[in-house]
């Protein structure tokens, strides 16, 4: 299967760890396509050493992640392609807790279950790639751990927000009442399900990223719409990850509670006696 790459490279410290992991990749099995927001010689000549092939692209600063990954897009041909790969760096460091799915999670587990289901060595890579060859139906791969409701995890802004993209790409399709999305955007996907999105946006659709912005803009609507196009064109979505991690959780859950006050302190409760709490890091 030829697999289009796109890697967006915001925090240049993480670069090392994706230039690592995608060789895990088959051989000739993928074109690597970078992006970066500020021009860094040295970052540059680190990918062109490991990757000579890489086509490397300094842009604005607009819409985080999916910014990026929209102009990445117009710059390919997707009938070229099986699969499209999208990585980016995200910040794991300190220790704010992020609830998703009614689960807490610290930024470092975030991120490195988004990369580790797609890219953590061979077997991962190899169990992907033989999923989409084995399942016609299947169109995007990504944590198992991080598939959300859209519903469930959106503030009502985005939510609208959402409704409305979606009624814009399928005005004819009924909608359905729920939709998932991987939380984080990394993902493999069919590139065919992507045409829509390329027809219908451009990197200049987005704002210019605005990091006191923590939710609510149009990336954090396509971040969700991404996982709703592969359902609304009759695809699946999965993740063969962490399944040991899930049963671990519930056991974890039944005699441990977590809970973020609002005064900001972050709290763990056995058998709901507070055992130990710390100020959060914002």
Not at 99 to 128: A, E, F, G, V
Not at 202 to 230: M, N, P, Q, W, Y
Request: net charge positive.
């Amino acid at each position: 299967m030829k697999i289009a790459v796109h890697l967006h490279l915001f925090y240049k410290e993480m670069a090392g760890l994706f230039l690592n992991k995608l060789k895990n990749l088959p051989p000739n099995s993928f074109d690597l396509f970078v992006t970066l927001s500020n021009k860094d010689d040295e970052l540059i000549e680190q990918i062109q050493k490991s990757y000579p092939q890489a086509k490397i692209k300094v842009i604005e600063n607009r819409g985080y992640d999916i910014g990026p990954f929209i102009y990445f897009l117009h710059q390919i041909d997707l009938s070229k392609y099986d699969l499209i790969l999208k990585l980016h760096t995200k910040n794991d460091k300190g220790n704010k807790i992020i609830r998703l799915n009614n689960r807490q999670l610290t930024r470092y587990c975030w991120s490195h279950l988004l990369i580790d289901s797609l890219i953590k060595d061979k077997k991962t890579i190899n169990k992907n790639l033989v999923a989409f060859e084995q399942k016609t139906t299947l169109g995007m791969i990504g944590s198992n751990y991080l598939l959300c409701s859209v519903k469930k995890n959106s503030i009502p802004s985005v939510f609208s927000g959402f409704e409305e993209e979606m009624f814009k790409l399928f005005p004819k399709d009924k909608q359905r009442q729920d939709y998932h999305f991987i939380a984080g955007t990394m993902f493999f996907v069919r590139a065919k399900l992507l045409e829509k999105v390329k027809e219908k946006y451009h990197f200049s659709s987005f704002e210019k990223t605005d990091g006191r912005k923590r939710d609510g803009t149009l990336a954090h609507i396509l971040e969700r719409a991404f996982g709703a196009i592969v359902i609304q064109q009759g695809f699946v979505i999965e993740g063969f990850d962490f399944s040991i991690g899930l049963c671990l959780n519930k056991i974890f859950s039944f005699f441990f509670k977590v809970k973020i006050t609002k005064k900001g302190y972050f709290v763990i409760k056995f058998l709901k006696i507070p055992i130990w709490r710390k100020r959060i890091e914002e």
